[in-house]
């Protein structure tokens, strides 16, 4: 299956609002056909104020207005199914927003019956706050709360309230989240921040990181940077509370899959999330890859490790983006960003893709009084809304995104959309769009690509990753050159040239020496037939 990464405020406007919803998400599933995709990751879309672009919820269990309603969610699930198309719900079960009736029953009074729903807690001896732990969103993540004389605890924002899962009462009412959605025909779920469920229960500070761990591929505040996190998520408590949740998907018939965003960390401690009898998540996200420079050694070593660290029978999911991170197009430039196309579709394990990496939008400025995400309110938060701006289908007004006045649209459309659209990549054979769609085509041809055994290939060198994907006598051989010069590869086997990123020398004979022209990546069938 390949994963098509939907933020649904940004895909496409069903009903005239300037917003995207769930009507507008039906209405791209054609697209989404088209594309190839096995399965569509539906951001969250639940009742909330929508300060943190819908991961701040007030009801786990209906549908923000502005989205749809759950008539309509059916709808969208039984037209992905008709289509042949997954859907995989977004399942935020560590933090809920300050407005859930849940919250507001907690704070009410420290003898409330839902007190210990969240984490509450007194300021340490000589301190000013319970601990040193330092929020996503910048600063403590410690707020004070006035009525009840004590701190509660947010690693996000300040309007989203870090939920208790030590108690069994919030961890069977979470569980009843899975089983409502599940029962509505959702076919699994992207846990988000899924490391963060279980804290220290001692709250012990963390340590400061010497390195100071800025990460130059995510979008993150200053502060977070300054900490090894090592109390604050990833406790060891955590396995039991995955293998739950898997319970909780293995109850139901049919293939249900959870999938798990992990911080980054060695590749052992992130084996670890597929269980000890894989009875954990399916598909913990291994953004390694996301994070590793766009160097050929570096990339092969990844993807190597990636290998071996896999237990037996596990099976990884890859990504080079997602709605937290800059677009692959800006961080590699256009030509590469066709390059990194071919290494996601063709490298082994389960490829997402952001919505709009198909066609190479790229990040846009967003202007100050037109910004949504209130990370970037606090002093040096920094927004992600200029990875979220809508996706452009037309050369019509406001891209075809919705038919609202462009000044009422939820981000501004792409600057480019005139030329840098769906309709428009559909028409052209050398799109980004035509390459995608070509590789997805492949891919899905093919058993070497789907489920074949890795290997880097000894052409490999500094400039040019080739690897290998083979799955009994069929043997695909990948060669991308990371440079924007030209290469020379003496692959010393011959095939046939299947496909190239730039679309213009497909179904040649090849081999065993390439001319790589800049930033070109081809993919070979050297043995075999799929």
């Known amino acids: 299956m390949v994963l098509y990464e939907n933020h649904l405020p940004s895909m496409r406007d069903g009903n005239g609002d300037g917003i995207g919803d769930l009507e507008g998400l039906i209405a791209a599933l054609d697209h989404l056909a088209e594309l190839g995709v096995g399965g569509v990751w ?22 923000e207005p502005v989205f749809g309603d759950l008539a309509t969610f059916d709808r969208l699930v039984a037209a992905a199914h008709a289509r042949g198309i997954r859907v995989i719900v977004d399942y935020v079960p560590n933090h809920t927003s300050d407005r859930h009736p849940w919250f507001i029953e907690s704070r009410s009074s420290r003898t409330s019956p839902r007190r210990d729903w969240y984490v509450w807690a007194d300021a340490a001896p000589g301190r ?21 004389g004590q701190f509660y605890l947010h690693s996000h924002l300040r309007e989203q309230p870090d939920l208790n899962w030590r108690n069994p009462e919030v961890r069977d009412a979470m569980l009843d989240v899975l089983r409502f959605w599940l029962d509505r025909g959702a ?8 490391h963060m469920l279980m804290k220290d229960p001692g709250l012990r500070d963390n340590p400061v990181d010497p390195h100071r761990g800025d990460n130059p591929w995510d979008i993150q505040h200053p502060d977070f940077a300054g900490q090894l996190h090592i109390h604050d998520r990833m406790h060891p ?16 018939d049919g293939d249900r899959v959870a999938i798990g965003e992990i911080e980054g960390m060695d590749w052992d401690r992130w084996a670890r999330y597929f269980g000890e009898h894989l009875d954990e998540l399916h598909l913990p996200f291994a953004f390694r890859l996301i994070e590793t420079a766009w160097e050929a050694p570096a990339l092969a070593a990844v993807l190597g490790e990636l290998d071996d660290a896999l237990p037996e029978g596990a099976w990884p999911i890859l990504a080079l983006g997602n709605h937290d991170r800059r677009r692959l197009a800006t961080r590699l430039g256009r030509p590469q960003a066709r390059v990194a196309a071919m290494l996601l579709l063709t490298a082994r394990g389960t490829p ?3 919505y709009g990496d198909e066609l190479g939008l790229v990040d846009q400025d967003v202007p100050v009084e037109r910004r949504r995400d209130a990370f970037a309110r606090a002093t040096g938060g920094v927004s992600r ?10 050369a019509g007004p406001n891209s075809g995104f919705s038919p609202a006045d462009a000044r009422d649209l939820w981000l501004p459309v792409c600057v480019e959309y005139q030329t840098l659209n769906v309709e428009a990549q559909r028409a052209d054979p050398r799109s980004s769009l035509t390459l995608y769609r070509r590789l997805l085509e492949l891919r899905r041809a093919s058993a070497a690509l789907t489920a074949g ?3 880097r290939h000894a052409a490999s060198d500094d400039h040019v990753l080739v690897y290998a994907r083979t799955a009994g006598a069929e043997r695909c051989v990948v060669a991308l050159n990371l440079t924007p010069r030209a290469r020379t590869v003496d692959l010393g086997e011959t095939g046939d040239l299947l496909l190239s990123t730039l679309l213009d020398r497909d179904g040649r004979a090849a081999g065993p020496v390439i001319e790589l022209r800049a930033d070109e990546g081809v993919l070979l069938r050297t043995g075999g037939a799929g």
């Not at 000013?128 to 009840?148: H, I, L, M, Q």
């Not at 076919?187 to 899924?194: E, H, K, L, N, S």
């Not at 408590?237 to 139901?252: C, K, N, P, S, T």
Request: with cysteine; aromatic share 12%.
């Open 128 to 148: 000013e706050v319970p601990n040193n732990w330092t929020s996503e969103a910048g600063g403590s993540v410690w707020e004070w709360d006035e009525g009840s």
């Open 42 to 63: 539906v951001g969250p879309f639940f009742r909330s104020p929508l300060l943190d672009q819908g991961f701040d919820i007030t009801d786990h269990c209906d549908v």
């Open 187 to 194: 076919d699994g779920f992207r846990i988000d921040v899924a």
């Open 385 to 394: 809304d200029p990875t979220r701006t809508p996706m452009p289908w037309n």
């Open 237 to 252: 408590d955590l396995h039991e509370e995955l293998r739950r949740i898997r319970a909780v998907l293995d109850g139901y």
């Open 352 to 354: 997402t893709i952001l």
């Open 453 to 455: 055994d890795w290997e």
